[in-house]
């Protein structure tokens, strides 16, 4: 019997994940839940139950487990409920806005005894898993050096711009990508992290940052550069690792993808003219059914799991330093880095307070 699945949110996440679910045997999205749009949201992916209020679906509907793509301030509230039905939780990333929230889900799914994974899918994107095979089995030597790049030109929905909300700016909604996968790229967790942030294209939207470069520094003296991007028209996500005896280079955008023209005059709005790059299986490409089919044996018992929820508390907790590494003028900051900020955020907004130490 298949995974069934109460998707919490109707937005372009929820579609991706919608998409996704239809290539993975293993789960079905039983129900939706979104204040405006869960009637049409089901009746366009054929969900046979759809909830004005999440806290319906989770009280009512017939579902196994929550996959929640719903903005950041409203995860650790979904997941309270549904660790206390007994279900198994998928929660879009960052886990929280910040680490006393993120660190309550966790304690909270571990008392439960549920499943809590975050929802990281380039740690499922074929060609970056394929890399980590290429590096494991020592095609360019013991790797030292790494670089990841993600970005595009804003973020597809208002409320990322409200850090009350979001937690912050590109860093915490991007940067969480690059992070994790450095990490996973490089079997380790970092010891150290350093970080400059800048505001170039919104400023006037929202006091985050809209680019951010985050070093870590690794045990034995590996470093990586993680690079996350709200001001990079055209986008990119790209990742490059270094070897003693090579070099290996991935390019998602430039994944196996169709070229379409678009003559300007014709562009209808929302669609871009001239040349694009089409792929012709993006969710596969950037891991989301792999994702879902993963959380269904990992639910199941039969997978350990790849990204539980302490290790993307540990990920949340390398943004906070490289926020406080921001308002320290990129100084290094040391993990582990405790923080009671309820916005990772906090730590980079302090030093704009006359109140700032």
């Not at 909270?108 to 990281?120: D, F, S, Y």
Request: hydrophobic letters at 50%; charged letters at 20%.
């Amino acid at each position: 019997m298949p995974l069934r699945l109460g998707l919490v949110g109707a937005g372009f996440i929820a579609g991706v994940y919608a998409h996704a679910a239809r290539r993975v045997p293993a789960v079905e999205i039983a129900a939706v839940a979104s204040p405006r749009s869960a009637r049409a949201f089901a009746g366009r992916w054929g969900i046979p139950a759809a909830y004005d209020d999440w806290r319906r679906l989770i009280a009512d509907a017939p579902v196994d487990a929550v996959v929640i793509a719903a903005p950041n301030d409203l995860h650790l509230p979904i997941t309270l409920a549904a660790a206390a039905a007994g279900k198994h939780v998928l929660c879009e990333k960052p886990l929280a806005p910040g680490l006393p929230a993120a660190a309550e889900m966790v304690e909270a799914c571990g008392r439960a005894g549920v499943l809590l994974l975050c929802a990281e899918n380039l740690l499922f994107a074929p060609m970056y898993e394929r890399v980590r095979a290429l590096v494991r089995r020592g095609e360019i030597g013991q790797p030292y050096l790494l670089r990841q790049q993600q970005g595009h030109a804003g973020p597809y929905a208002d409320w990322f711009w409200d850090v009350s909300r979001a937690g912050g700016g590109a860093l915490i909604d991007i940067g969480c990508h690059g992070i994790a996968l450095a990490c996973r790229q490089l079997d380790a967790w970092p010891e150290a992290v350093a970080a400059v942030l800048g505001r170039f294209r919104h400023a006037a939207r929202t006091p985050a940052e809209d680019h951010a470069i985050v070093h870590l520094r690794f045990p034995g003296g590996a470093l990586a550069t993680v690079e996350a991007s709200w001001a990079l028209p055209g986008g990119a996500d790209l990742l490059e690792i270094v070897g003693a005896r090579g070099r290996l280079t991935a390019n998602l955008d430039d994944a196996p993808a169709i070229d379409l023209y678009r003559e300007p005059e014709s562009a209808e709005p929302g669609q871009l003219p001239g040349w694009q790059r089409v792929m012709y299986e993006e969710a596969w490409q950037f891991g989301f059914p792999q994702e879902l089919e993963h959380f269904a044996e990992a639910a199941a018992g039969r997978a350990e799991p790849r990204f539980p929820g302490r290790d993307a508390l540990r990920v949340l907790e390398i943004i906070c330093a490289a926020y406080e590494s921001a308002r320290r003028g990129g100084a290094w900051v040391s993990l582990p880095f405790p923080s009671a900020a309820p916005r990772a955020i906090d730590h980079w907004l302090a030093a704009e307070s006359p109140a700032a130490p």
